[in-house]
Nanobody
Framework: QVQLVESGGGLVQAGGSVRLSCGAS???????MGWFRQAPGKEREFVAA????????FYSDSVKGRFTISRDLAKKTVYLQLDSLKPEDTAVYYC????????????????????WGQGTQVTVSS
């Protein structure tokens, strides 16, 4: 059984930074991974994705240049570094493992994900 466990959320002031971690277990090979977020009353939206090798990354326009996704293959952990945070970044952030085959033009779709983490809250105060 695949499990994704996030950590690292919390309360941070606008302009601050936080790093989220997602540990994966139960998969025997490396999969492309991503982060999505969901604010109250809104749909879950794509934030960032990284290929299985870590060689390619993708970002939503709203976070490009401020957030950085990375992974440690040996630790089976994916990270999301959130910098220059804004109040509108407040949301529950979910780690995601994409189903295979991974198609680049679908990384922003929730339907392309087959496993989700439980979510971690990030609250940005103004």
């Amino acid at each position: 059984q695949v499990q994704l466990v996030e950590s690292g959320g919390g309360l941070v002031q606008a302009g601050g930074s936080v790093r989220l971690s997602c540990g994966a277990s139960g998969r025997t090979s490396t999969y492309p991974m991503g982060w999505f977020r969901q604010a109250p009353g809104k749909e879950r939206e794509f934030v960032a994705a990284i290929t299985a090798s870590g060689g390619n990354t993708f970002y939503s326009d709203s976070v490009k240049g401020r957030f950085t996704i990375s992974r440690d293959l040996a630790k089976k952990t994916v990270y999301l570094q959130l910098d220059s945070l804004k109040p509108e970044d407040t949301a529950v952030y979910y780690c995601a493992s994409y189903r295979l085959p991974f198609t680049i033009n679908r990384y922003a779709e929730t339907a392309a994900v087959d496993y989700w983490g439980q979510g971690t809250q990030v609250t940005v105060s103004s």
